[in-house]
């Protein structure tokens, strides 16, 4: 009888485990106090933290962390980062990129976000990681239920991100044509011959590679009736590789040939050409 006792209460446990989710749902809570005043209206750290280990042991689920905000307001964003200032909550996200947590339980939504603004970033960000948001106050609440009122924030904030990437291809165009016309690197693949040191500003000659340069237009001139394919094999033959280390092809040595004004120490950029600053090799 004792035995039938044992085994009808661990095939119950077993049924309430994989019915519930039990600890196969990883969940870590979140909780936020702004002011003192949400903290005497029942809205205290230990207070959410309490009720978030309760919903999690009533459900069975494995919690993981609780992250926590005090005296910070649920509005709060970085508008030109866009990106969501409370500490506890950018842990929170480093700990969902591991991506093996189903849900982020809160006291309710309100400690998550205060704005339509930071509500759309949070939607985004546990979107990426197919992360849900469980309310106690509000149990049927989820991220994935499509609310009419986000259509136009979403949209907004898109256009936003649309206008923030050409406002900063435009900066980097404006800059990129500042150096060109000072006759600086702007940027972009480095040309045969050459190298680009991070944190410099100009380029510098690569020795080996400046031989196989000086080589092409010293073969041109000895052989003006030879072929791309000509050259290519005689570099080759004389043991000069690509900047990948492999065998020049016609096509490599077209590109030197047709750089002839840059390895003079000319320097175009777009529709700029200026005297380089950077080191003739030929």
């Known amino acids: 009888m004792l035995i039938f006792y044992i085994f009808i209460r661990n095939v119950t446990l077993i049924l ?41 042991k009533d459900n069975n689920w494995n919690l993981i962390d609780i992250y926590s905000d005090l005296g910070i307001s649920g509005a709060k964003v ?14 929170m996200l480093s700990r969902l990129r591991t991506k093996d947590i189903n849900y982020v339980v809160v006291l309710n939504t309100n400690r998550l976000w205060r704005s339509d603004i930071v509500k759309v970033l949070i939607h985004r ?6 992360v849900d948001v469980k309310s106690i106050e509000q149990p049927n609440y989820s991220i994935y239920k499509k609310d009419p009122n986000d259509f136009l924030i979403n949209g907004l ?4 991100d649309q206008y923030q990437r050409l ?8 800059g990129r044509n500042k150096k060109a016309q000072e006759g600086g ?9 050459y190298k680009a040191r991070k ?6 000659v690569n020795v080996k590679e400046a031989e196989a340069v000086k080589r092409v237009f010293t073969l041109r001139a000895l052989y003006p009736k030879w072929s791309l394919s000509n050259l290519a094999e005689q570099l080759n033959t004389e043991g000069f590789t690509t900047a990948k280390g492999k065998k020049f092809t016609k096509v490599q040595v077209k590109r030197i040939l047709d750089r002839k004004s840059f390895y003079q120490g000319m320097y175009s950029y777009g529709n700029i050409n200026v005297e380089g600053k950077h080191k003739p090799i030929i």
């Open 16 to 56: 309430n485990i994989v019915t519930l989710g039990g600890f196969f749902v990883n969940v870590i809570g979140y909780v936020r106090v702004s002011t003192q005043g949400q903290a005497k209206e029942g809205y205290s750290a230990l207070y959410q933290q309490d009720e978030i280990r309760k919903l999690c």
């Open 78 to 91: 970085d508008e030109e980062a866009l990106e969501v200032e409370r500490e506890g909550f950018q842990n």
């Open 125 to 130: 960000e546990f979107n990426k990681y197919q």
């Open 157 to 160: 904030m898109e256009l936003l």
């Open 167 to 174: 406002e900063i291809a435009l900066k980097l165009g404006r």
């Open 185 to 193: 690197y702007a940027g972009g693949r480095v040309a045969y011959g």
């Open 199 to 204: 944190g410099q500003k100009y380029i510098e």
